[in-house]
């Protein structure tokens, strides 16, 4: 099955793309996408103690054992500050 994951902001530039479609087997689980995705982009290793990730528009934990399903949607979100 192919998961989409969207990246935004900081983690937009360290990928070099907006979002992108990544295989997985229907056993996969949130934390093995998140690996998964980190080891094909290792400069977001730095960044995962700091961002939210959002599965269908709810923040997950990216340690969880939930599993996911082909028509999640994957987000990896960083801190945004403004005024």
Sequence with gaps: MKIKVL???SCQE???VDK????AD???RVCDLVESVVKKY???EKMLGNMV???N???TDPKSKNQLKSTDEVAFI???SGG
């Design 26 to 28: 229907e056993k996969t």
């Design 7 to 9: 990246f935004f902001a």
């Design 78 to 80: 960083p801190p945004i």
């Design 53 to 55: 990730l959002s599965v």
């Design 20 to 23: 992108v479609e990544m295989e």
């Design 42 to 44: 290792p400069k977001l």
């Design 57 to 59: 528009l709810e923040y």
């Design 14 to 16: 360290v990928t070099g």
